[in-house]
């Protein structure tokens, strides 16, 4: 059963940092590419960062400079540090997991940022 589960969400000022964390398991971790995502209220989800199994990395164009995506196979985990924030940066963040044809996404973590 695969698993995705997120943390590190939470409430923080414009101009500050947060860490998320994804776990995941039952999934063949290091082919897999990694990725997060997010969706405003009234918004569709959209890309933020996705990394492959190589360490290859993608950014939207709105969080370059800002959000750096890492992962660490031996713990089957995902990062993503995001500093400089804005309050159009408020989501709900998901973790996703992409293999072939198998798409997983965990179940999302708010991020709000405060003007």
């Known amino acids: 059963q695969v698993q995705l589960v997120e943390s590190g969400g939470g409430l923080v000022q414009a101009g500050g940092s947060v860490r998320l964390s994804c776990s995941a398991s039952?999934?063949?971790?290091?082919?897999?590419?990694m990725g997060w995502y997010r969706q405003a209220p009234g918004k569709v989800r959209e890309l933020v960062a996705v990394?492959?199994?190589?360490?290859?990395?993608t950014y939207a164009d709105s969080v370059k400079g800002r959000f750096t995506i890492s992962r660490d196979n031996a713990k089957k985990a995902v990062y993503l540090q995001m500093n400089s924030l804005k309050p159009e940066d408020t989501a709900v963040y998901y973790c996703?997991?992409?293999?072939?044809?198998?798409?997983?996404w965990g179940q999302g973590t708010q991020v709000t940022v405060s003007s």
């Open positions: 996703n997991a992409w293999m072939a044809t198998n798409d997983y």
């Open positions: 039952g999934i063949f971790f290091s082919m897999s590419r």
């Open positions: 990394i492959t199994g190589g360490g290859s990395t």
